[in-house]
């Protein structure tokens, strides 16, 4: 099965960027789809983008076209670029993958639907 491992978190100023990176070892990443969800402290855990093996995405609609997610099957790796960070994007970032699986089209922002996940990335948004 797949093992994630996220990086690229850190301590940004209201306003920037980050890119996050969810590296994929011990399966092949074409084979899963891949979310990124994310946990603030006291509040429940929420799915903001996921990215099917060719490339068909989705994002939750309160993201707001900040985020942008990709993948690069040949380095299994996968990324979540963010822009016009605010305070309240402060959470730990976690991706998680479905599969093995082969979807077209959709995927799934439900935590049920995936099965590994990363232990997560501290993203903290504050001047």
């Known amino acids: 099965h797949v093992q994630l491992v996220e990086s690229g978190g850190g301590l940004v100023q209201p306003g920037g960027s980050l890119r996050l990176s969810c590296a994929a070892s011990?399966?092949?990443?074409?084979?899963?789809?891949i979310a990124w969800f994310r946990q603030a402290p006291g509040k429940e855990r929420e799915g903001l983008s996921c990215?099917?093996?060719?490339?068909?995405?989705y994002y939750a609609d309160s993201l707001d076209g900040r985020f942008t997610i990709s993948r690069d099957n040949a380095k299994k790796t996968v990324y979540l670029e963010m822009h016009s960070l605010k305070p309240e994007d402060t959470a730990v970032y976690h991706c998680?993958?479905?599969?093995?699986?082969?979807?077209?089209?959709?995927?799934?922002?439900?935590?049920?639907?995936?099965?590994?996940w990363g232990q997560g990335a501290q993203v903290t948004v504050s001047s």
């Open positions: 990215i099917n093996s060719d490339g068909s995405d």
């Open positions: 011990g399966s092949t990443l074409r084979d899963y789809t």
């Open positions: 998680a993958a479905e599969g093995p699986i082969i979807r077209i089209g959709n995927c799934f922002l439900s935590e049920d639907v995936y099965k590994y």
